[in-house]
């Protein structure tokens, strides 16, 4: 920095310090308590000062919730490791609540044009909660973070490890970007990392997902209800769930919308499914659209379903006759998909199933080519209750009818 400069800026502090109190500088740069719960002294900063740094080489330890909503222009410069404790009373009891599937939160962070970056790591110190749940399948488990009520929110260049949950929730937001994280879920014991979705997406509208490296235990990415406009590229999820939307039309007279959903160059590997749409069918459920989805771009290996629409989804082909979903499918591309099956649904690669009754319009496949393993023969690719376009078309021929 020059001396004019230097001298301006410290000006400009000065004359800021005489207008309002500004916050000695020090309580800007968040370190270590020893002991203590560094939660409330990280919230204040927040609170104070326009960038806040949590230094290199430092862990702060939080074991109260973060409420860091209805901020504006800050910067959070997460250098060092920000770790919530695995305090389970506590969090049980003190995590923000979601009514939309009982799910909880460490972290609230909204407002207008926020900042998270810095190189550091976010650390969910979910292990215990991994044990604890396998005894426990009722116990609500913190998502780590949670963009709420947020516009021009940007969270780049971080790590999160271990989430006791999803990863991160978009909630009533728009103008979100992710862009190059490292997202990693391990289990040091027998327990299994169950619900770690990547990102999951819910009445927010023009989010950005990209450039990002995610190993986890459920969806990769899932749009919830009301997801719209959202591009997501770049990713390499390994032992995911998929890029997901949905389930959609769960509940009854609610009305769920997902539109205008863009996914390319993504890398899916040993994971349950690559690109899927699930809606529910079945009395007492609910309705919506799913519009304008493209998966494009795919590279799967060892992919249990590569290629999936459910729209009978937790609902048995009678019942599914007899009450189709109310959800309706429209304008579909799955474009430029290769790879690898891993045989757990023998040769089937591809499973497009339909409601009855023509709830799928313009569903479009281009440039499919997927292999199963080599003992379970040649490809099938399956549909029922649609007409499939594209020029991979003819790999799936005449669907069937169930209806
Ligand atoms: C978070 O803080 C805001 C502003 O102080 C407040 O309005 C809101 O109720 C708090 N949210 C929760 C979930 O406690
Ligand atoms: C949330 O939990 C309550 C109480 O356990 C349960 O009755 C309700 O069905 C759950 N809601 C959802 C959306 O899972
Ligand atoms: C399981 O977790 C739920 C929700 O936190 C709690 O109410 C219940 O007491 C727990 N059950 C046991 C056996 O710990
Ligand atoms: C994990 O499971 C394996 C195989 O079932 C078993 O041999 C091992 O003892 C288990 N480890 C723990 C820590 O429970
Ligand atoms: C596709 O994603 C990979 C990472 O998986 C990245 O290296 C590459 O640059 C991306 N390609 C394009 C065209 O964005
Ligand atoms: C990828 O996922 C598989 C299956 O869950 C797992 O065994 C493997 O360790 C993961 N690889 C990386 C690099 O995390
Ligand atoms: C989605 O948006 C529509 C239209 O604004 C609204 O009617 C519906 O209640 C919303 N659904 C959810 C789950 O928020
Ligand atoms: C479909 O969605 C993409 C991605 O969000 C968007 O760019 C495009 O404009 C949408 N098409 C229509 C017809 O709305
Ligand atoms: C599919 O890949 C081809 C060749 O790489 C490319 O030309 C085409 O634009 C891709 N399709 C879409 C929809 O991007
Ligand atoms: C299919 O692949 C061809 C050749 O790579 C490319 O020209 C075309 O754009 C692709 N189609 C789509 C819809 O991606
Ligand atoms: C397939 O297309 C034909 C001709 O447009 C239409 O009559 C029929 O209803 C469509 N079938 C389904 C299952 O959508």
Same mark, same amino acid.
């Given at each position: ?20 109190p ?6 800007? @740069? ?13 919230a204040?900063?927040?609170?104070r000062c326009? $960038? ?7 862990? @702060?330890?939080i074991?109260?919730?973060?409420n ?8 959070i ?6 770790? #919530? ?5 506590y969090?049980?009891?003190n ?9 909880? $939160? ?8 926020v ?6 790591t ?5 292990q ?5 749940f396998? *005894?426990?399948? %009722? ?8 963009v #709420?009520?947020?516009?021009?929110? $940007? ?7 271990n ?8 909630? +009533?937001s728009?103008n ?12 040091t ?11 999951? @997406? ?8 990209k ?23 770049s990713? *390499?999820?390994? +032992?995911?769930? +998929?890029?997901?939307?949905?389930s ?22 040993n994971?349950?499914? +690559? ?33 999936? @629409? ?10 599914c006759? *007899? ?5 309706l ?31 799928? %319009?313009?569903?479009?496949?281009n ?6 393993p ?7 690719? %399956?549909? *029922? ?9 003819r ?5 069937s009818? $169930?209806?």
């Amino acid at each position: 920095m020059g001396i004019v400069h230097l001298v301006a800026s410290t000006l400009a502090a000065l004359l800021s310090a005489v207008a309002v109190p500004s916050p000695d500088i020090a309580d800007c @740069i968040v370190r270590r308590a020893r002991g203590r719960d560094d939660g409330p002294a990280f919230a204040r900063a927040v609170e104070r000062c326009e $960038t806040v740094v949590v230094p290199k080489g430092e862990t @702060i330890v939080i074991a109260t919730a973060l409420n860091m909503t209805g901020l504006r222009d800050k910067h959070i410069s997460m250098e060092g490791t920000i770790k #919530f404790t695995d305090d389970i009373t506590y969090w049980t009891g003190n995590a923000f609540f979601f009514d939309f599937q009982n799910q909880s $939160t460490f972290w609230l962070l909204g407002g207008h044009n926020v900042l998270l970056d810095g190189g550091g790591t976010l650390d969910g110190s979910g292990q215990a909660w991994y044990d604890a749940f396998a *005894q426990n399948s %009722s116990l609500i488990r913190p998502i780590t973070l949670t963009v #709420f009520n947020g516009q021009h929110i $940007t969270v780049r260049d971080i790590t999160q490890i271990n989430s006791p949950e999803w990863f991160n929730f978009v909630y +009533g937001s728009n103008n979100v970007l992710y862009d190059n994280l490292h997202i990693n879920a391990v289990s040091t014991s027998n327990n299994t990392i169950k619900n770690t979705d990547g990102w999951d @997406i819910y009445r927010s509208d023009s989010v950005v997902i990209k450039n990002s490296v995610v190993n986890n235990g459920d969806d990769c990415v899932s749009f919830k209800p009301n997801a719209t406009n959202i591009l997501v590229s770049s990713l *390499q999820c390994n +032992g995911s769930h +998929g890029i997901s939307v949905g389930s959609l039309g769960q509940y009854p007279g609610i009305y769920d919308i997902v539109e205008n959903v863009y996914s390319t160059n993504i890398t899916m590997s040993n994971a349950q499914n +690559g690109a899927r749409i699930k809606a529910w069918a079945g009395p007492n459920v609910g309705s919506g659209i799913v519009k304008n989805i493209t998966f494009n771009g795919f590279l799967e290996e060892n992919v249990d379903n590569p290629v999936v @629409i459910d729209q009978c989804y937790e609902t048995d082909a009678a019942l599914c006759a *007899q009450f189709p979903s109310n959800t309706l499918i429209q304008d579909v591309w799955f474009d430029n998909i290769s790879g690898t099956s891993s045989g757990a649904d023998k040769s089937v690669v591809a499973s497009l199933a339909c409601s009855p009754d023509s709830r799928c %319009s313009n569903v479009n496949v281009n440039n499919v080519s997927l292999t199963p393993p080599p003992q379970d023969g040649m490809a099938t690719y %399956s549909c *029922q209750n649609l007409n499939v376009s594209g020029n991979a078309a003819r790999l799936f021929g005449t669907c069937s009818s $169930t209806g």
